[in-house]
């Protein structure tokens, strides 16, 4: 993801990094071919001439519009979606750190643990919980950052699974039972417990959700094509009417067009690691410190340099 400090108006013109245009030179490099082409032929500069009327670009101009914002509008809809999901995680998971400090009754420990110790079993547990998601939605290893947070018995059996994050919420669930037998917890506590652990299960469900169920495909190629066959004849539209300057508006057009393809395909899996996808890694980060600050622990964050505004 790319945080960066507002830009006034000509820097934002001048903004390279974060946005897709890099991506998307190449194919303007390619209209750009086309558009010269378009000019030589009219100029009966080439044997061929090809000249097309604008009217059946307006058309298909107008529709492709209408069809990139109901594009867009529903990528945007999945990383919005993730983005609260993501911010419910850290809800739970601080509710379950508060709860375990403060409904927890310290003078029904048989071996002496004080509450804090008891909690910080938990809190290992629900500080686990986003590396893990993160790792099942990226497909990579979270071997390297649950063997830092996990005691080992409890690393090998969640490295065992294959569901892990479930597996977490199902250690943080067996926490809560243990205290319960021990009557550190009454059944009004418990419920509690509950209440936001069945919400830790519907992020991950609805995480998962988003990672397994993209677009459909051939709405999404349908656009694609739509949006290159466009640009390709584009300039053998507009040559008739604007000549020499047709390169400039037909790129422009093609990269307005393009540029939203681009950003809506990004989007539409906001677990990746694009430059516009949910920084991921700084979440899981802060939500681990924000748990172990309400322990009381020293905690600090990653910090960032003026000019690294990209954030996994």
Known sequence: MIIRPQLNWF?????WRGSVLPQLLPRLCIVLGFSIIAVASHDHILKVTV???TVPFSLIGIALAVFLGFRNNASYDRYWEGRKLWGQLL?????????ALTLTLPNAAPNGDTVAARARELVQILGALPHALRHQLRHTDPQPDLARILPPALFERVMASRFRPMT???????????ETREGRLDGYAVLAFERNLNGLSDVIGGCERIASTPLPFA???????????FCALLPFGLVDSIGALTPVFAVFVAYAFMAHEAIASQIEDPFGTEDN??????MSTYIEAALHDLLGDPTTLPTRTPEDFIIH
């Open 11 to 15: 820097r934002m013109l001048l903004a």
């Open 277 to 282: 996808d949910l920084a991921l890694d700084a």
């Open 51 to 53: 000249n097309l009327s």
């Open 91 to 99: 809800n739970e998971t601080r509710s379950l750190t508060r709860e």
């Open 168 to 178: 977490l919420v199902l250690c943080a669930s067996e926490w809560v039972r243990n």
């Open 219 to 229: 709405y999404t190629v349908m656009i694609h094509r739509t949006v290159y066959f």
